[in-house]
């Protein structure tokens, strides 16, 4: 709030005469802004809080800044300075300068960052060095640097190394800072550089420093310069080689997620290797490291069944290497059966161009059943061969596979949820950080739709006027490689009778023995000769194994695998030829015409987005995004501009058109058009079908996680009065806009639901925009004690139960104190212990995972959560014995005790003494 104007010039003088008299308390001293009154200086923030309660005016240290006091004064006519400390200053940059110097003259890449200042507890001057290209991460995080701070007649001196990464990945900076530990003795530094080293956690950042305090900096500044250059020489040298390590050993354990956009002709090599000329357009593989994920995604010109999906997932294998062309197509022959015939457009020009090749090895394949489309999770794939994966894909692909323990959903919690999108459509679960939110939302989901998929329509099948057998050719007779569409030959065989039956236009799947042991074409009879029955090979598949087959219902029981394949021709019942159409894919059949084709559709019955500060319009429902365009031929780039749908925008189609499916309405609402035109006949049968048969809708759903982060009533514009119920389509109130960029119709079917979350230490509900509160139900999510209870508590093993009963009644006497300190919104949340429920066995194995979460994510929390109130911060952890206490008073004020400071048994007896206080 602004300072109140009943604060005079005379009430300034008169502060200032008791500050004369009294002082300036320690916690009110200036840090450089000063009021100048008869050459003396005073702090402005004090003089104005001094005056305030001379002028009688209730106000707060916290309720105006420095800038707003400084500018109050001077419009009162008082002098007003600000002070820097030009010695800091000097000796900051001649030590930086000095060892730029002296670091480049033993071979190191060095070079200024930058000189600045903060003002925290007195006035600070830092120094930053650039770190080296190689180590690829950015100064912002990590860096080594001087600062300077000056007192009144002395100063401290301190070189050290940062690491700061942003608050979602604050686990990062212990994770690097403990992997320095196992590279670094921090001891026998300390004795090389003439000073202890330190290693310091704050909330955000980390820091190993090592600190010297000069009486009089001015008369050794020399001094001074001297030791902060080979201190830093010291520092340098010995963390530097540590940085590398380190960070290699992170970056080797979190796996970066790339796609393959590839068009193989069969499946067979997908998940088996990545390879490409070692050329520019592909140096990018040259990032892959071991570890990594892969998703492989298949164009427009693969398989047909499989096109423009994503079909699985796959780990990459040791690191990029690069061979040549020979090993490269000793592979793919190993792999592909046919590859000189599959790639021959490689041999053509690939392999008379390039040499060299990357090759990547892969491992783990993991098939995304049923294969997930690109245009259900809005992937636009570009012109090119290999790509980094979008935060988005990995979201979308990934979604639903949350890492916490599996905990029912509470028994009445669904028909709640239920019974508030039949009345709203769509709710926000909210409450304090770690209630489950997320977890829920996700739960429920996968409760009301298992799979994640709406199969809707009646299956292709296999006609029946036509008889289908299995065919075994044998690679000791016939050689693979001659295996191609259009081979014909005569076979016959010892089961004379499945020869005399067959007729022409019947249909044989090709079994092709070791070591392929799988079906592998289609052929047709195209008549019969003294020798046997004659077969054309009509399609090249990649079919079931043996093993396969051998394994699953119905065609295990069928007389080819009973006999174990020995013979040439055997007869399949239609049953079991539709089984191994279906391990096929209906749509390689399609061109064959052997099928009856059926009008199934699956549609992906949930969409995943987090909301943020910079989440627009555009990005959710609609709009103009720029693409890069390069011509297979020239190799030239165009950007080409073109309307591209969100999130919002492609789960109401696929809602839409489901439901247009389920009702047996045989239109579809497309990525390039607006909402298709309907006859009256059409509506009504739609209407009726929602009227008579809602539980049968097939239901889909919308998460946004933390919604409140967004600007709503600009991610959803206009849209956010169709949200209505009654103005959805199909309804009594129908409200049909027009969308102001691609001008198509669009509207919000009825079988479509939004579940946002909603973490209300970050934002109030009260403060939500209006029109959102009034359009959305709520449920709010608090600690549930009880959860704990049933899931670790009463599951622990005998030695355990007692620890878990100390953890939750702490957590629960910890939630007390932040309501009456802070208010009930700031709790902290059950879902923090849940990761206890993978240690309900060992004692020591459950305090080590519980020491983690307190002192890692509980603490770090409460220090920020009063960040500017430590007194509060006190209360909310005081215990009566300041041993057993998880914080300690100084001249400083308030600091949280390290992890370090606790054995097992003294980190039970702080939670214990925190129980204890609170039942007192």
Same mark, same amino acid.
């Given at each position: 709030?602004?300072? +109140?104007?009943?604060?005079?010039?005379?009430?300034?003088?008169?502060?200032?005469?008791?500050?004369?008299?009294?002082?300036?308390?320690?916690?009110?001293?200036?840090?450089?802004?000063?009021? /100048?009154?008869?050459?003396?200086?005073?702090?402005?923030?004090?003089?104005?809080?001094?005056?305030?309660?001379?002028?009688?005016?209730?106000?707060?240290?916290?309720?105006?800044?420095?800038?707003?006091?400084?500018?109050? =004064?001077?419009?009162?006519?008082?002098?007003?300075?600000?002070?820097?400390?030009?010695?800091?200053?000097?000796?900051?940059?001649?030590?930086?300068?000095?060892?730029?110097?002296?670091?480049?003259?033993?071979?190191?890449?060095?070079?200024?960052?930058?000189?600045?200042?903060?003002?925290?507890?007195?006035?600070?001057?830092?120094?930053?060095?650039?770190?080296?290209?190689?180590?690829?991460?950015?100064?912002?995080?990590?860096?080594?640097?001087?600062?300077?701070?000056?007192?009144?007649?002395?100063?401290?001196?301190?070189?050290?190394?940062?690491?700061?990464?942003?608050?979602?990945?604050?686990?990062?900076?212990?994770?690097?800072?403990?992997?320095?530990? %196992?590279?670094?003795?921090? #001891?026998?530094?300390?004795?090389? /550089?003439?000073?202890?080293?330190?290693?310091?956690?704050?909330?955000?950042?980390?820091?190993?420093?090592?600190?010297? !305090?000069?009486?009089?900096?001015?008369?050794?500044?020399?001094?001074?310069?001297?030791?902060?250059?080979?201190?830093?020489?010291?520092?340098?040298?010995?963390?530097?080689?540590?940085?590398?390590?380190?960070?290699?050993?992170?970056?080797?354990?979190?796996?970066?997620?790339?796609?393959?956009?590839?068009?193989?002709?069969?499946?067979?090599?997908?998940?088996?290797?990545?390879?490409?000329?070692?050329?520019?357009?592909?140096?990018?593989?040259?990032?892959?490291?071991?570890?990594?994920?892969?998703?492989?995604?298949?164009?427009?010109?693969?398989?047909?069944?499989?096109?423009?999906?994503?079909?699985?997932?796959?780990?990459?294998?040791?690191?990029?290497?690069?061979?040549?062309?020979?090993?490269?197509? &000793?592979?793919?022959?190993?792999?592909?059966?046919?590859?000189?015939?599959?790639?021959?457009?490689?041999?053509?020009?690939?392999?008379?161009?390039?040499?060299?090749?990357?090759?990547?090895?892969? %491992?783990?394949?993991?098939?995304?059943?049923?294969?997930?489309?690109?245009?259900?999770?809005?992937?636009?794939?570009?012109?090119?061969?290999?790509?980094?994966?979008?935060?988005?894909?990995?979201?979308?692909?990934?979604?639903?596979?949350?890492?916490?323990?599996?905990?029912?959903? +509470?028994?009445? !919690? +669904?028909?709640?949820?239920?019974?508030?999108?039949?009345?709203?459509?769509?709710?926000?679960?909210?409450?304090?950080?770690?209630?489950?939110?997320?977890?829920?939302?996700?739960?429920?989901?996968?409760?009301?739709?298992?799979?994640?998929?709406?199969?809707?329509?009646?299956?292709?099948?296999?006609?029946?006027?036509?008889?289908?057998?299995?065919?075994?050719?044998?690679?000791?007779?016939?050689?693979?490689?001659?295996?191609?569409?259009?081979?014909?030959?005569?076979?016959?065989?010892?089961?004379?009778?499945?020869?005399?039956?067959?007729?022409?236009?019947?249909?044989?799947?090709?079994?092709?023995?070791?070591?392929?042991?799988?079906?592998?074409?289609?052929?047709?009879?195209?008549?019969?000769?003294?020798?046997?029955?004659?077969?054309?090979?009509?399609?090249?598949?990649?079919?079931? $194994?043996?093993?396969?087959?051998?394994?699953?219902?119905?065609?295990?029981?069928?007389?080819?695998?009973?006999?174990?394949?020995?013979?040439?021709?055997?007869?399949?019942?239609?049953?079991?030829?539709?089984?191994?159409?279906?391990?096929?894919?209906?749509?390689?059949?399609?061109?064959?015409?052997?099928?009856?084709?059926?009008?199934?559709?699956?549609?992906?019955?949930?969409?995943?987005?987090?909301?943020?500060?910079?989440?627009?319009?555009?990005?959710?429902?609609?709009?103009?995004?720029?693409?890069?365009?390069?011509?297979?031929?020239?190799?030239?780039?165009?950007?080409?501009?073109?309307?591209?749908?969100?999130?919002?925008?492609?789960?109401?189609?696929?809602?839409?058109?489901?439901?247009?499916?389920?009702?047996?309405?045989?239109?579809?609402?497309?990525?390039?058009? *607006?909402?298709?035109?309907?006859?009256?006949?059409?509506?009504?049968?739609?209407?009726?079908?929602?009227?008579?048969?809602?539980?049968?809708?097939?239901?889909?759903?919308?998460?946004?996680?933390?919604?409140?982060? *967004? #600007?709503?009533?600009?991610?959803?514009? %206009?849209?956010?009065?169709?949200?209505?119920?009654?103005?959805?389509?199909?309804?009594?109130? &129908?409200?049909?806009?027009?969308?102001?960029?691609?001008?198509?119709?669009?509207?919000?079917?009825?079988?479509?639901?939004?579940?946002? $979350? !909603?973490?209300?230490?970050?934002?109030?509900?009260?403060?939500?925009?209006?029109?959102?509160?009034?359009?959305?139900?709520?449920?709010?999510? !608090?600690?549930?004690?009880? /959860?704990?209870?049933?899931?670790?508590? @009463?599951?622990?093993?005998?030695?355990?139960?007692?620890?878990?009963?100390?953890? /939750?009644?702490?957590?629960?006497?910890?939630?007390?104190?932040?309501?009456?300190?802070?208010?009930?919104?700031?709790?902290? *949340?059950?879902?923090?212990?849940?990761?206890?429920?993978?240690?309900?066995?060992?004692?020591?194995?459950?305090?080590?995972?519980?020491?983690?979460?307190?002192?890692? &994510?509980?603490? +770090? =929390?409460?220090?920020?959560?009063?960040?500017?109130?430590?007194?509060?911060?006190?209360?909310?952890?005081?215990?009566?014995?300041?041993?057993?206490?998880?914080?300690?008073?100084?001249?400083?004020?308030?600091?949280?005790?390290?992890? @370090?400071?606790?054995?097992?048994?003294?980190?039970?007896?702080? =939670?214990?003494?925190?129980?204890?206080? %609170?039942?007192?």
């Amino acid at each position: 709030m602004p300072i +109140p104007d009943g604060i005079t010039r005379e009430h300034v003088l008169k502060a200032i005469d008791e500050i004369n008299r009294e002082g300036v308390p320690p916690k009110h001293q200036a840090q450089n802004t000063f009021l /100048v009154v008869e050459g003396k200086k005073y702090p402005v923030k004090y003089v104005v809080l001094k005056a305030a309660k001379v002028a009688g005016v209730d106000l707060s240290i916290k309720e105006f800044t420095t800038l707003e006091a400084k500018n109050y =004064l001077k419009r009162l006519g008082f002098n007003i300075v600000r002070e820097e400390w030009k010695l800091g200053i000097r000796i900051l940059s001649k030590a930086g300068e000095g060892f730029i110097k002296r670091a480049s003259e033993e071979g190191f890449n060095v070079s200024m960052n930058q000189l600045g200042y903060f003002s925290k507890k007195g006035h600070t001057i830092y120094y930053k060095l650039k770190l080296p290209p190689e180590l690829n991460i950015s100064s912002k995080l990590v860096h080594f640097e001087w600062l300077a701070r000056p007192e009144e007649e002395s100063a401290q001196f301190m070189v050290g190394l940062h690491l700061e990464f942003p608050r979602e990945q604050r686990k990062l900076n212990r994770k690097l800072a403990d992997l320095l530990l %196992e590279y670094v003795d921090l #001891d026998k530094l300390g004795k090389r /550089v003439g000073a202890p080293v330190v290693r310091e956690d704050k909330i955000v950042f980390t820091w190993f420093t090592a600190s010297k !305090m000069y009486e009089s900096p001015a008369d050794t500044e020399e001094e001074i310069i001297e030791w902060l250059v080979t201190s830093m020489l010291e520092f340098y040298k010995t963390f530097l080689p540590a940085l590398k390590d380190a960070l290699d050993k992170i970056k080797k354990h979190e796996p970066s997620y790339w796609v393959e956009i590839a068009s193989p002709p069969t499946m067979d090599y997908v998940g088996k290797l990545i390879w490409a000329p070692k050329g520019k357009r592909w140096k990018i593989i040259e990032e892959v490291k071991e570890g990594d994920v892969v998703y492989h995604y298949i164009t427009s010109k693969g398989p047909s069944e499989y096109q423009k999906k994503f079909v699985g997932k796959s780990k990459v294998k040791g690191f990029p290497k690069v061979v040549k062309k020979e090993e490269i197509k &000793e592979r793919l022959q190993s792999i592909v059966s046919s590859w000189d015939e599959h790639y021959s457009e490689f041999t053509d020009t690939w392999f008379s161009r390039y040499n060299e090749f990357y090759l990547l090895e892969l %491992e783990d394949f993991e098939p995304f059943e049923p294969p997930i489309s690109a245009s259900e999770i809005g992937f636009k794939a570009p012109q090119s061969y290999f790509i980094r994966a979008p935060s988005e894909i990995i979201k979308a692909l990934d979604v639903g596979k949350f890492s916490e323990s599996e905990v029912i959903i +509470p028994p009445k !919690m +669904p028909s709640k949820i239920d019974n508030l999108l039949a009345r709203k459509g769509q709710l926000i679960l909210y409450g304090p950080p770690g209630t489950g939110k997320t977890w829920l939302a996700s739960k429920y989901i996968r409760h009301k739709v298992p799979n994640g998929i709406h199969s809707l329509g009646k299956d292709s099948s296999l006609r029946e006027d036509i008889k289908y057998y299995l065919l075994v050719m044998s690679t000791a007779k016939y050689d693979p490689s001659q295996i191609k569409e259009g081979l014909e030959e005569v076979f016959s065989g010892k089961l004379l009778h499945a020869f005399e039956e067959i007729e022409e236009g019947d249909i044989a799947f090709v079994y092709l023995t070791h070591p392929y042991k799988r079906v592998t074409a289609i052929a047709r009879c195209t008549g019969k000769t003294e020798e046997g029955a004659k077969f054309k090979i009509i399609k090249l598949v990649n079919g079931p $194994t043996y093993d396969e087959m051998k394994r699953e219902e119905p065609i295990s029981d069928s007389l080819a695998v009973r006999t174990m394949l020995r013979g040439t021709l055997f007869p399949l019942s239609h049953e079991e030829a539709q089984w191994i159409a279906s391990k096929i894919g209906f749509d390689a059949l399609k061109p064959l015409g052997v099928l009856d084709e059926g009008t199934k559709r699956e549609f992906k019955a949930f969409e995943f987005v987090t909301f943020h500060p910079a989440f627009s319009y555009e990005d959710f429902v609609e709009g103009i995004k720029p693409e890069t365009y390069e011509d297979p031929e020239t190799g030239k780039k165009e950007l080409l501009f073109k309307v591209e749908e969100g999130v919002f925008k492609r789960i109401s189609r696929n809602a839409y058109n489901a439901l247009l499916a389920w009702a047996g309405v045989e239109k579809e609402w497309t990525e390039n058009t *607006g909402l298709p035109s309907l006859s009256k006949d059409e509506i009504e049968r739609i209407k009726r079908k929602i009227k008579n048969e809602a539980e049968g809708m097939p239901k889909f759903y919308l998460i946004i996680d933390e919604i409140n982060r *967004g #600007d709503i009533p600009k991610i959803f514009g %206009e849209l956010i009065t169709l949200l209505e119920t009654d103005k959805r389509l199909f309804m009594d109130n &129908e409200t049909v806009t027009t969308l102001p960029y691609s001008k198509k119709r669009f509207g919000v079917p009825p079988n479509l639901h939004i579940i946002g $979350t !909603m973490n209300t230490s970050d934002r109030s509900i009260a403060l939500m925009d209006v029109a959102l509160r009034r359009r959305f139900g709520f449920i709010e999510m !608090m600690p549930d004690y009880t /959860v704990l209870k049933e899931h670790i508590i @009463d599951n622990a093993s005998e030695e355990v139960k007692p620890l878990a009963g100390i953890a /939750v009644s702490a957590l629960k006497a910890l939630n007390k104190r932040i309501k009456r300190e802070y208010d009930r919104d700031h709790q902290i *949340g059950h879902s923090y212990y849940f990761r206890l429920n993978d240690h309900l066995n060992s004692r020591e194995e459950f305090l080590k995972e519980l020491k983690i979460i307190w002192f890692h &994510e509980i603490l +770090p =929390l409460l220090q920020e959560y009063f960040y500017d109130s430590p007194e509060k911060l006190e209360r909310v952890l005081k215990s009566k014995n300041s041993e057993n206490s998880f914080i300690r008073s100084s001249e400083d004020g308030i600091e949280l005790k390290s992890e @370090d400071e606790f054995t097992d048994d003294s980190f039970l007896e702080a =939670l214990k003494a925190l129980i204890e206080a %609170e039942r007192e």
